[in-house]
């Protein structure tokens, strides 16, 4: 059912850090938020197939957008080793809608510029501690 059915037009990504706050869904393209947790065998005895049980949880956030004419402090927001709390909400903010605040080291951006498109900006986040 088509009207089940999300667009990203209303989505909500923003980085807070310690140069202010930084609105990443102007110009996005894409967000890709990959939650992942660790696990420990507990495979024993006679088992005939391994068992886990998970431990640790992490996550990656993935971003892409458009690079801005005069980008200085987004390039600053978006440099390797700073840390903040990266929003994602795919539907906005709303209540009862799904969103995510991540603590979050950036992992540093990649600036893509071809000959005759746009410049786009490209970015990775770690999760550092537990999101809400």
């Known amino acids: 059912m088509a009207e089940n059915n999300i667009v990203g037009k209303d989505a909500v990504i923003s980085w807070v850090w310690t140069g202010g706050t930084v609105n990443l869904a102007t110009d996005y393209r894409s967000v890709s938020v990959k939650e992942n947790v660790d696990t420990a ?14 431990t640790i949880k992490s996550a990656t956030i993935d971003y892409s957008g458009l690079f801005p004419t ?20 795919p539907e906005g903010t709303a209540s009862g809608k799904v969103s995510h605040a991540y603590p979050a080291i950036c992992l540093g951006a990649t600036y893509d510029t071809p000959y005759s498109d746009v410049v786009t900006i490209n970015v990775t986040f770690q999760t550092t501690g537990a999101w809400s």
Do not use: R
């Not at 065998?41 to 998970?54: N, R, S």
């Not at 005069?70 to 909400?89: D, H, I, Q």
């Open 41 to 54: 065998e507990t495979t024993a005895g006679a088992d005939t197939h391994k068992t886990f049980l998970p």
């Open 70 to 89: 005069g980008g200085t402090a987004l390039y600053a927001a978006l440099a390797a080793g700073m840390t903040g709390t990266l929003t994602v909400a």
